[in-house]
């Protein structure tokens, strides 16, 4: 694609984004958190990496789909060169218009995730049509990891999957099923260091509280006097006594 049609396809596209933001009332900012204070509020983006990874597919797809739908329009001409003749504006609009709203779809995408950190939570927004946020909190963060298939190695960026876990009920009440949710972190060029900083939150909120037991000053032994042993008598005497009575 030269610069021009670049230019000319990056103005279209801000007039489509425009329209649709306007529309579908499409938060422009980032979404946010409450922070205690002192604290710190990070909000980032998937890398443009992540917007060359995701048409890297889109163009893979749209060389193998098209290529069918040219091959079957073609083959219209050896059955009849006017039926081919017909089908021509139909197969190209079946060939080509997907591709355009599927190419503005990627941009949207790429435009409207964010990633919003705080040293408690992670929200992740994504969604144009439906707004979809999630919110995770450290604490009941279980594990996180970093994923690099072989194409985003190339595009130089990673995936950081979050799973959160909790436990579902089971007919025996000592039997609890562990169910894992996943929150993903897409196409950022720092995975390891976004990683790190998770993992840094989590260890601060997992010890947070800890060693009060440790810390406690254990109960002091109880001592006996001369006057508690005085007290155990009398009652002994006193229990003797209306034993005998009765």
């Known amino acids: 694609m030269s610069e021009r049609a670049g230019q000319a396809t990056a103005w279209v596209y801000r007039g489509i984004w425009s329209v649709l933001v306007e529309w579908f009332v499409v938060p422009r900012e980032a979404p946010t958190l409450p922070v205690r204070e002192p604290g710190e509020l990070c909000a980032f983006r998937p890398a443009e990496g992540f917007l060359r990874y995701l048409k890297f597919w889109f163009w893979l797809a749209l060389l193998a789909i098209d290529a069918v ?9 050896f059955i009849d060169w006017w039926i081919g003749l017909a089908l021509a504006a139909p197969a190209l609009a079946i060939a080509f218009v997907p591709d355009i709203i599927a190419y503005v779809a990627i941009h949207l995408r790429y ?3 964010w990633y919003v950190m705080t040293e408690r939570s992670l929200r992740i927004r994504r969604g144009i049509w439906v ?7 450290f604490e009941n963060v279980q594990n996180v990891r970093v994923e690099q298939g072989p194409v985003q190695r190339h595009f130089g960026i990673a995936d950081v999957t979050i799973e959160t876990a909790g436990a579902g009920g089971s007919a025996d009440p000592h039997h609890r099923t562990k169910i894992t949710n996943q929150a993903v972190i897409e196409g950022v060029a720092d995975a390891a260091s976004v990683r790190d900083r ?3 939150q989590l260890r601060k909120s997992k010890t947070a509280g800890l060693g009060d037991e440790d810390d ?10 001369r006057a508690h042993l005085e007290l155990l008598r009398e009652i002994r005497d006193a229990a003797l006594a209306l034993r005998k009575t009765g």
């Open 69 to 77: 739908i040219i091959a079957a329009w073609i083959a219209t001409f």
């Open 111 to 113: 435009d409207t995730t």
């Open 131 to 137: 707004l979809n946020e999630l919110t995770i909190t």
């Open 198 to 200: 998770i993992l840094q």
């Open 216 to 225: 406690r000053t254990p109960p002091a032994r109880a001592t006996w006097t």
